[in-house]
């Protein structure tokens, strides 16, 4: 049983869960299969031990909706 880590989720769950943060970053990481715990009826997020982060991921290369976020961004 691991008692620490970090959620993980697909990208469009992070971008609605982090919208309102001005400090959103989405991060492209990678785990082993055997560190992460997937619970019954998520919500897209899975829980792992440990991540490797591979880079940060602009905001601009996030679909449609990333691209939104990235220019309210601007605006602000």
């Known amino acids: 049983m691991h008692d620490c880590g970090i959620h993980v989720s697909h990208l469009d769950q992070a971008l609605h869960y982090g919208s309102s943060w001005d400090d959103l970053a989405i991060l492209e990481v990678t785990t082993r299969i055997d560190d992460i715990v997937c619970p019954e009826n998520t919500d897209g997020k ?10 940060e991921v602009p905001l601009g290369e996030c679909g449609v909706y990333g691209k939104i976020l990235a220019n309210r961004r601007k605006q602000q």
């Open 46 to 55: 899975v829980r792992t031990s440990r991540v490797k982060v591979i880079r």
